[in-house]
């Protein structure tokens, strides 16, 4: 008992041992009992001849007496000032002073909704990893909490949380030093380290409370820690748990203090003025009502309903606004979010929309132009008065390695026009194009192909547009259009007897004789040549189609007529 060391079966028995119910409490302090147990140690004086319910009085009567070991064969009460591990001793009585108030237990808590998986995995952890250091051997549980407090005091945190710790080790079960090592932590700023364990430690005392007064302060200390490590949104439900069952106005002033910095709330506004029907974003800080919520009536324009909102996600945005224009956004208090919190105080924003950004673009949609009648490219422009134009061919024998490199038909920036210059095509014109340009509006212009190419060639053909004078660099992107001109339709049936190729005029879709067809493989090799017949149509065998160097990526189909 006290005079004896445990064993070498201290570990596995204690993990045996029955916990009794506390004692009745005396002021506030009350004891626990583990049979079979033993307080090595820390002697304050024996008392002989008494029972255990005597000790046990004794010991919560004398304010020194923290723990006793009991013998109950000899009727001896050893009284300890202080307490250690549980050794291990059959037959003896191991108790020890719990500090309880007098409120009523109202059961265990249930988990916190806003407590992930793996938060709740990581204080179980903390828990099980409980273990004095190789140094607080032989230190009592009281010793350790002073060094604990005197660290914190001297502002050696890590000290402070290495005691308390060890103090934790002897006592995981109390719930008040969870909370105060939780509290040390929450001082300590910049240090994540020190934050996450802080968070851990409340999560845990959290978990131990059994009074109304102990769970709201567990919740507080658990906000400040999910604040430090800013899980904003977990603490303001911290705040929120804690002051639903007890409220006190410093954590009403904190959790005032954080949602008015960091709950829902209008975090920034957009105008997308470059687009024909320019529109204003307003960005909250959480989500929104997914369902059910009409969010018109929270927004004004101008002190009137806009024409249309549209509330999506994290934005609400208000349409069939006009370029050039100033107005007054306002989103009324009390409009709703997805985290049960509306937005307190009404936003007023000035919103300006300006005119829309020079720009000019193609419309993509005009890859084949035709080789009869006049020929155009369609410019799409926007507030500018002239365009830019590079105009690039890109011989037939290089398609190949333009398709390898997966750049036919993207969009050029000034480094892949470079490229296609001096290693795969030429340039063939530059220029510029006069553009009658209307304020805000939409401009197209036709590029007279035909001005450019007086003498066509077999190729593929890309232009590339800016605007004039506009300041740009080599990797931005430029407005690219990829074309050829030609009359030659072709379409494609791949079957068990081969491929087939049907050739018509782009002009009047009737099918195309005599048109010289190659297949060409990925290597530039022509792997087989056709010629369409009456009905425009042309067969390559089926075996150039299993060739497993040849697979249809690797293929292209060229035609001349």
């Known amino acids: 008992m006290s005079r004896r060391r445990s064993n070498g079966f201290t570990a596995l028995l204690f993990g045996l041992l029955a916990l009794a119910p506390p004692a009745l409490s005396a002021g506030g302090r009350s004891v626990v009992t583990t049979r079979d147990g033993d307080y090595f140690g820390f002697d304050l004086r024996t008392e002989q001849n008494v029972s255990l319910a005597q000790c046990q009085s004794s010991c ?15 009727k001896w009460c050893f009284l300890k000032s202080d307490f250690n591990q549980l050794n291990t001793f ?5 108790g020890r002073i719990v500090e309880q108030g007098a409120e009523p237990d109202i059961g265990a808590p249930q988990r916190p909704d806003f407590v992930s998986d793996q938060l709740m995995e990581d204080a179980r952890q903390q828990r099980a990893d409980l273990a004095l250091g190789e140094d607080q051997q032989g230190f009592g549980h009281n010793a350790l909490l002073d060094q604990g407090r005197q660290a914190l005091l001297a502002g050696n945190y890590e000290g402070a949380l290495h005691a308390f710790k060890g103090a934790l080790a002897l006592t995981p079960e109390d719930p008040a030093l969870w909370i105060e090592v939780a ?17 851990l430690a409340a999560l845990n005392g959290f978990l131990l409370t059994r009074s109304t007064q102990a769970r709201a302060d567990a919740l507080a200390v658990l906000a400040k820690g999910l604040e430090n490590s800013e899980n904003y949104r977990g603490a303001l439900s911290a705040y929120k748990a804690s002051l639903e069952l007890v409220t006190a106005k410093t954590v009403q002033a904190a959790f005032n203090d954080l949602r008015a910095r960091k709950g829902f709330r209008v975090v920034s506004h957009t105008v997308d003025a470059d687009s024909l029907t ?88 005009n890859f084949v132009l035709p080789s009869t009648a006049r020929r155009g490219i369609p410019i799409v422009s926007v507030n500018t008065e002239n365009a830019k134009l590079e105009l690039y061919r890109i011989g037939d024998r290089n398609v190949a390695p333009l398709l390898a490199g997966s750049q036919f038909l993207t969009q050029l920036d ?47 053909y890309v232009m590339t547009a800016a605007v004039a004078n506009a300041t740009s660099e080599d990797w931005d992107t430029r407005a690219t259009q990829w074309f050829v001109v030609s009359d030659i339709g072709l379409s494609t049936f791949a079957g068990t007897d081969g491929l087939h190729v049907f050739a018509r ?39 150039l189609m299993r060739a497993g160097s040849f697979a249809p990526g690797h293929r292209r189909l060229q035609g001349r007529g």
């Not at 510029?432 to 190419?453: G, H, M, Q, R, Y």
Request: charged letters at 25%; a negative charge; hydrophobic letters at 40%.
């Open 60 to 74: 919560i009567a004398d304010q020194e007496c923290r723990a006793f070991t009991y013998n109950p064969k000899v």
């Open 90 to 94: 059959a037959g003896a009585v191991a």
């Open 183 to 199: 509290r040390a932590a929450n001082s300590v700023t910049g240090n994540s380290e020190m934050t996450g364990q802080g968070v």
């Open 278 to 365: 320019p529109r204003a974003c307003v960005e909250f800080s959480d989500p929104l009502v997914k369902r059910g919520v009409d969010y018109t009536p929270f927004v004004t324009l101008d002190g009137s309903a806009p024409k249309a909102v549209d509330a999506k996600d994290n934005q609400i945005c208000v349409e069939g606004l006009t370029h050039g224009q100033r107005y007054k956004l306002a989103l009324r208090a009390g409009l709703p979010s997805s985290v049960e919190e509306n937005l307190e105080a009404q936003v007023d924003l000035d919103v300006y929309v300006k005119d829309r950004s020079a720009a000019v673009r193609f419309t993509g949609d």
């Open 414 to 460: 000034g480094y892949g026009a470079d490229r296609i210059e001096s290693e795969s095509g030429e340039l063939i014109w530059q220029g510029t194009i006069d553009i009658a340009s209307e304020l805000n509006k939409d401009v197209i212009t036709s590029f007279p192909v035909d001005e450019a190419l007086p003498k066509r060639r077999a190729g593929i």
């Open 505 to 543: 005029s782009l002009a009047s879709a009737a099918p195309l004789a005599d048109v010289d067809l190659q297949l060409i493989a990925k290597n530039n090799e022509i792997l087989a040549t056709a010629r369409t017949g009456a009905d425009g149509r042309a067969r390559f065998d089926a075996g």
